[in-house]
């Protein structure tokens, strides 16, 4: 539309300049703005739907990443199994260290200990409080002051030494192991004729 056809801009009988109402309902500025309104709800419901199924997508594969419950008897087997192989190439001293920290693990795993945090005398101590350990108290004292001795003394430990830890590191593993599944049958055994 130009000038020519608002007449009141032409009228003489105009005397003063009322400017156009600026106010619009609502109702005009949806009307008006109807395509841009959409195109941002539009926009924020992908975010949101892209936002939840990442964030879904994201707890599944902490889900799988979960690994199962290993049987710590499993472990230790196994590491110590690992560590017969390697015996050849490893010196005594990373040996024992290794071959230390895989029975450590295994009664950090099975029996709640605080294994790993302990020094070999506090393992010690902390084992023989425990009434499952009294009978093997003998053994893990020597097979601690042993690893001790080949792990920070100065002269070096021949195989004897390291294949005496790792008969001892066994021998404690499959026999506690063994002690452990007795005493759970026994149990169930037990649980079996109080229910009767």
């Known amino acids: 539309m130009n000038i020519k056809e608002k007449p ?3 009228d003489p009988n105009v005397q003063d300049d009322d400017p156009l109402s ?9 009307s008006e703005n109807y395509l841009s309104i959409f ?12 936002l939840y199924f990442l ?4 707890k599944n594969k902490i889900e799988e990443f979960i690994a199962p419950p290993i049987d710590p008897y499993k472990e230790a087997l196994e590491g110590i199994n690992e560590l017969q192989r390697q015996q050849q190439k490893l010196d005594p001293k990373p040996f ?10 295994y009664v950090q795993n099975r029996f709640n200990m605080p294994a ?8 010690i101590i902390e084992s023989v409080s425990n009434p499952f350990f009294q009978n093997y108290e003998d053994l893990l004292r020597e097979f601690v002051d042993r690893g001790d001795r080949v792990k ?9 030494e390291t294949n005496l830890l790792l008969d001892s590191a066994l021998h404690f593993v499959k026999d506690s192991h063994s002690r452990i599944t007795d005493q759970e049958s026994t149990d169930s055994q037990n649980q079996k004729t109080h229910s009767e």
């Open 8 to 10: 009141y801009l032409l």
């Open 22 to 30: 600026i106010y619009k309902s609502f109702g005009q500025i949806i």
């Open 39 to 50: 195109i941002i709800i539009g926009v924020l419901f992908l975010i949101s739907f892209m």
């Open 55 to 58: 964030k879904k997508r994201e």
């Open 96 to 105: 024992v260290f290794k071959l230390s920290e895989i029975l450590r693990i």
């Open 116 to 123: 790993m945090e302990l020094t070999g005398e506090e393992f």
């Open 152 to 160: 920070y003394s100065k002269e070096t430990a021949d195989t004897n």
